[in-house]
């Protein structure tokens, strides 16, 4: 069974500095892995997608990195705002039609 | 751009009440899906839908029912409400043409609190 372990659960960082969130998954056999973003009681906001034969994606401030055969994925921002205070959840799409979720990371960006 | 609606933003019901969530997407996606999320356990899913009524358990689907009468809508029915069902409630979409690409678009959530 598929799971998928995000670390860490919680993050604190003064604004401009560049971080990194972390993401395992215990299955190789994926098609794609996600993150994603929420704010405070919103629904979930897609962000990177990386299909099982790519090795990264990047958009804007965001690198979204992928490396099947040991089960990780890490998500790179770089120089911090206080709008990326948000929680950060990691996804993974296996070989029927559900999407298996990470528990997320809340990350604070303090200004 | 996809737009995936909840009927609801907060609701708060009695433990017995019969609960109705609705979800509604315009971009004609074929697959649906009802997750909870509550605090340290993630999104769980409840159930979901792959076409009109059809459906298919999720990994939590205890005390919980869908409907899907129609493609762009999809309901969750708790029977009968009880605190435990007191939770976040997030629907979502998606379409399956390349299983490399799909991602799930997801609405804004209903807040549920169950007294």
């Known amino acids: 069974k598929q799971e998928v372990t995000q670390i860490p659960a919680a993050l604190s960082v003064p604004e401009g500095e560049n971080l990194v969130l972390n993401c395992s998954f215990t299955d190789s056999a994926i098609y794609n892995l996600q993150w994603f973003r929420q704010d405070p009681g919103k629904g979930l906001t897609s962000l990177l997608l990386?299909?099982?034969?790519?090795r990264e994606q990047t958009s804007g401030r965001l690198n979204a990195s992928l490396d099947k055969s040991s089960g990780r994925s890490t998500l790179y921002i770089a120089a911090s705002q206080p709008g990326d205070s948000a929680t950060y959840l990691c996804?993974?799409?296996?070989?029927?039609?559900?999407?298996?979720f990470g528990a997320g990371t809340r990350l604070f960006v303090k200004a | 751009d996809v737009k995936v609606t909840q009927s609801s933003r907060y609701l708060v019901k009695r433990t017995g009440e019969k609960v109705f969530l609705e979800c509604v997407q315009d971009?004609?996606?074929?697959?649906m899906f009802w997750y909870r999320q509550d605090p340290g356990l993630g999104l769980r899913l409840i159930y979901f839908s792959y076409d009109v009524k059809m459906k298919e358990k999720g990994d939590i689907p205890e005390g919980y029912s869908v409907s899907r009468e129609k493609k762009e809508r999809f309901s969750l029915i708790l029977e009968s409400a009880s605190t435990n069902q007191t939770s976040m409630y997030l629907c979502a979409s998606s379409q399956t043409r390349d299983r490399g690409r799909e991602t799930q678009y997801f609405g804004p959530g209903t807040r549920l609190l169950v007294l």
């Open positions: 990386i299909q099982s034969s790519q």
């Open positions: 996804a993974v799409k296996d070989g029927g039609f559900k999407t298996i």
């Open positions: 971009m004609d996606h074929e697959n």
